[in-house]
C-alpha cells in the first residue's frame, strides 16, 4: 500500500520503484514523470496511461500537494498565489512576468524563524519545513494558471531556505533536470539572511546557481538590531563565507540591501558598504524597503534612493535599484505571509 506517496518531489530512481510496486513495466515510470512535471491538473489527464493505473495513482497516491486557494493579481500583471498544503496549512509564492523573462518566487518554510524586523514572514514566527514536493509544486501551480514555464525561479518567498538545506538541493535539483522543470541552473537563485555554515556548504556542491544575501547593514551593531542571525554570525564571518563562495563558483554574488529610511541611507552608511565589499565578486539590489503593517521601517524618498546608487557607483560597486512588484496585493518583497485575511 503507497497510501499518501505525494508524486511531485519524486525522481526517476523512486518512480521507477512505484510503478514496479504497482505490477507495471518500467517504461511506465518515463512516461509517469513526464506527465508529472509537464505538469497537468490531475493524474486522469496523463492519457497515455493505462485507465487502471490511472485509478491506482488516484487511489493511492497524491499528485499536487498543494492546492490553490486566491490567487490575487497585481495591476502590473505580478499575481500572488495563497497555497495549501496536506496538512493545512499556507504558504504563497508570487509571479512576476516581465518583457523578456518571467520569475517565480517560492516560499521553503511555513513562517521563518528568523525574525527580521522589516519582514512579515518574520512576524509569524516558524512552523515547519517545506519538503521538496510543496517546494516544486509552487512552481508547477503558477505554471498550471499562467500556461507557461518560467525563465527564473527565486527563492525568496517564506522562509530562510538554508535552514531547509537537504530539500532545497532536492528542490533545485527537481527543477533544473531536464526530466524536471527543466530551468536554467543559472535561472535559479537562492536568497539567504546570511546563514554562514550553509552559505559554505552550498558553495561546495559544485552547482552554478546565484546566491543572494540579505545584508541590509553593512556595520554589526546596525545589523543586529533588524537581523537577528547577525548575532550568531558577524559580518567579518559572513564575508570570508561569501568570498569562499565566489571563489569556488566563480558566481557573483547579489547583495541584497533594503534602503530604511534614516536607519541605513546615509552617506556614511554608503561609505561603509563599499568598504565592506570592497573585491568581492558581487552586484548590490537596493531595495526600497516595504511597509508591513506595524513595521517601523519606512521607505525613503526616491531621490534618496538614485543618490544612496549614485554614492556605491562612484565607491566602485555595480549596483542596480530593485523595480516594485506586486506592492498592491502585497506580492512585494517582505510582504508574505500566508494569511486568510488577505483574501
Ligand atoms: S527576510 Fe527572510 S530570513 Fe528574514 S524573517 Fe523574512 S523570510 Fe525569514
Known sequence: MISGRVLV???????KELVAEFGEPGFR?????????????????MSNLPIGLRERLARE?????????????????????????QDGELIESVYIPEANRSTVCISSQVGCKMGCTF????TMGFVRHLTAGEIVDQVLQVILDVGSRPSNVVYMGMGEPLENYEQLIRSIRILNASWGINIGIRQITVSTCGLVPGIRRLGKEGLGLTLAVSLHAADDKKRRRIMPIARAYSLDELLDALHEYAARTKRRITIEYALMSGFNDSRDDARQLTDLLRGLLCHVNLIPVNPIPGGLHQKPRDSQVVRFENWLRRGGLEVSIRKERGADIEAACGQLRGQWEEI
Not at 9 to 15: D, I, K, N, T
Not at 64 to 78: E, M, N, Q, W
Not at 119 to 122: F, L, P, S
Open 29 to 45: 515510470a518515463d512516461q509517469l514523470i513526464k506527465w508529472i512535471y509537464r505538469p497537468v491538473a490531475a493524474i486522469e489527464e
Open 61 to 85: 497516491t497524491i499528485y499536487h500537494p498543494c492546492s490553490t486557494v486566491t490567487i490575487r493579481h497585481s495591476r502590473d500583471g505580478t499575481r500572488k498565489y495563497l497555497f495549501m498544503l
Open 119 to 122: 519582514c512579515a514572514t518574520g
Open 9 to 15: 518531489g519524486q525522481g526517476p530512481e523512486e518512480l
